[in-house]
């Protein structure tokens, strides 16, 4: 079965500083892997994912993640943090068994510091 | 615009209370979805429907029904509200029965039942 682990419920960073939010799945087959952002009153919209071919995924607004099989993880990263990357994050994964199930993490709110 | 629409964004309602929150999605989509997000869990999935008269429970379907009747609309019933199905919920839709794909969601609805 799949499932999603968010390391830190919130992450501070202060403005400029590396943002890095963790994740670590688990599935009995290869997956498929997403990071979706929720601004506050709206919905979740897709970032980035990896399906297949390269490992780095370049996304939205600067971030990008990198999926590591050995580690079993697809941690999301942005050089400089902005002021208006202050949102919640959801890592997700999806592979071909189980109905073609989406499996969301708890995620991560992420504060940016002036 | 591609979009999926739900509402009503924000409803109080009491105990047993029918209501019936819509979702439409102007994408041709396949796949429809209902989440509901609870602070510390995530999303959780209640029912999703692969096409048209086509629909199935997802993680957490107590106390919920859906109907698909038409490719674009894919409405979400609560029968009779308990205080415990206070939450925000999304809807939710994606191209077909590919896992790799965005899943594209509402703004959310907010239900407090009292």
């Known amino acids: 079965a799949q499932s999603v682990t968010q390391l830190g419920s919130h992450v501070s960073v202060s403005e400029g500083a590396l943002v890095l939010l963790r994740c670590n799945y688990s599935?009995?087959?290869?997956?498929?892997l997403f990071w979706y952002v929720q601004y506050p009153n709206q919905g979740l919209q897709l970032l980035l994912k990896?399906?297949?071919?390269?490992?780095l995924v370049k996304g939205i607004n600067g971030f990008e993640a990198e999926f590591k099989k050995s580690e079993t993880s697809f941690h999301l990263t942005k050089p400089s943090a902005h002021m208006s990357d202050a949102a919640e994050y959801f890592c997700a994964v999806s592979d071909n068994t189980g109905g073609f199930k989406t499996i969301f993490g708890a995620g991560t709110r992420l504060f940016v510091k002036a | 615009e591609a979009q999926v629409t739900q509402n009503p964004r924000y409803l109080i309602t009491v105990t047993g209370k029918k209501l019936t929150v819509t979702c439409s999605q102007n994408?041709?989509?396949?796949?429809m979805s209902w989440y509901r997000q609870d602070p510390g869990l995530g999303l959780r999935q209640i029912y999703y429907?692969?096409?048209?008269?086509?629909?199935d429970k997802g993680d957490v379907p107590e106390g919920y029904k859906v109907s698909r009747k038409e490719k674009r609309n894919f409405p979400l019933i609560l029968e009779s509200p308990s205080p415990n199905q206070t939450s925000l919920y999304f809807c939710?839709?994606?191209?077909?029965?590919?896992?790799?794909?965005?899943?594209?969601f509402g703004e959310g609805s907010w239900l407090t039942v009292v």
């Open positions: 429907s692969m096409n048209v008269e086509v629909t």
């Open positions: 994408m041709n989509h396949e796949y």
């Open positions: 939710a839709s994606s191209l077909g029965l590919y896992s790799g794909n965005t899943i594209y």
């Open positions: 990896y399906t297949t071919g390269a490992t």
């Open positions: 599935s009995s087959v290869p997956p498929y």
